[in-house]
């Protein structure tokens, strides 16, 4: 059973840093691609990094570039979202994404971000 476990969110000043994780169960984080998105209340759900299988190759919005980092733990079957220099517009709820798992696509429970002062 394929399921999907976010934490690390919480509430942060501006210019803080918080560190997502992604829990998964049910099969090997490493052979599939993976993605974090968001959605913040009122707004369509976006796409924010994506990390590769192979290569471990990484993609960003352009909104949050060289302030979030994706990454794998392969030990422990978790992808990370670190999060730095966060604004008030990263504010969100976070999901994380498993692509083609057996054919399927799987989605977390998200976690809350919330960037305020």
């Known amino acids: 059973q394929v399921q999907l476990v976010e934490s690390g969110g919480g509430l942060v000043q501006p210019g803080g840093s918080l560190r997502l994780s992604c829990a998964a169960s049910?099969?090997?984080?490493?052979?599939?691609?993976m993605t974090w998105h968001r959605q913040a209340p009122g707004k369509e759900r976006e796409l924010v990094a994506t990390?590769?299988?192979?290569?471990?190759?990484?993609n960003y919005a352009d909104s949050v570039k060289g302030r979030f980092t994706i990454s794998r733990d392969n030990a422990k079957n978790v992808v990370n979202l670190q999060m730095n220099v966060l604004k008030p517009e990263d504010t969100g709820m976070y999901y994380c994404?498993?692509?083609?798992?057996?054919?399927?696509?799987?989605w977390g429970q998200g976690t809350q971000v919330t960037v305020s002062s």
């Open positions: 049910g099969f090997t984080l490493r052979n599939y691609a």
């Open positions: 990390i590769t299988s192979a290569g471990g190759i990484t």
């Open positions: 994404k498993a692509l083609r798992v057996r054919g399927f696509d799987y």
